[in-house]
């Protein structure tokens, strides 16, 4: 592989890993408006009790998801042995998985938001996304620091 194709490889990692927060937040985001309609909202303690089966529900499946996301993410490791599209593939499946963990952060704020109809949780769990998205950003030198862990 060139110097080139490596630094082509890396702005494609990139890429992706740019475009993957505002899609998965924005997926997030629908799936909470669609069901925000139907969670029980009111001022009499009937209607929150209703909401908190789902709430559970959504409180079980959040760390098992998780769990099962990270335990594929530890799994994946790189073989010098591989040729370096194959590691550069394996790490592209890495950030991707990396960022589907990562974006689960932003579920309790839309979660309050299914429940507040506060603004300020949305806005709060797109900073959540943008603070992560800016700060775990792949380059060519974390490339380097995974392909030799």
Same mark, same amino acid.
């Given at each position: 592989?060139?110097?080139?194709? %490596? *630094?082509?490889?890396?702005?494609?990692?990139?890429?992706? *890993?740019?475009? *993957? #927060? $505002?899609?998965?937040?924005?997926?997030? =985001?629908?799936? &909470?408006?669609?069901?925000? =309609?139907?969670?029980? &909202? =009111?001022?009499? !303690?009937?209607?929150?009790?209703?909401?908190?089966?789902?709430? /559970?529900?959504?409180?079980?499946?959040? $760390?098992? !998801?998780?769990?099962?996301?990270?335990?594929? #993410?530890?799994?994946?490791?790189?073989?010098?042995? *591989?040729?370096?599209?194959?590691?550069?593939?394996?790490?592209?499946?890495?950030? %991707?998985?990396?960022?589907?963990?990562?974006?689960?952060?932003?579920? $309790?704020? /839309?979660?309050? #938001?299914?429940?507040?109809?506060? $603004? %300020?949780?949305?806005?709060?769990?797109? =900073?959540? /996304? /943008?603070?992560?998205?800016?700060?775990?950003?792949?380059?060519?030198?974390?490339?380097?620091?995974?392909?030799?862990?």
């Amino acid at each position: 592989m060139t110097d080139a194709d %490596f *630094h082509q490889a890396i702005r494609r990692i990139r890429w992706v *890993h740019w475009y *993957h #927060y $505002p899609v998965q937040g924005l997926l997030m =985001g629908a799936a &909470v408006l669609v069901t925000s =309609g139907r969670a029980a &909202v =009111g001022q009499t !303690v009937e209607p929150q009790l209703a909401t908190w089966p789902a709430l /559970l529900l959504l409180g079980v499946l959040v $760390p098992v !998801v998780s769990i099962c996301l990270y335990m594929v #993410y530890k799994y994946m490791r790189p073989n010098l042995r *591989h040729p370096s599209e194959v590691n550069l593939r394996t790490y592209l499946g890495r950030v %991707f998985l990396r960022n589907s963990l990562l974006c689960m952060a932003a579920l $309790p704020l /839309l979660a309050s #938001y299914a429940i507040t109809h506060k $603004p %300020f949780d949305l806005l709060a769990s797109a =900073g959540v /996304l /943008l603070a992560l998205s800016w700060r775990l950003v792949p380059t060519a030198k974390t490339y380097q620091r995974w392909l030799i862990s």
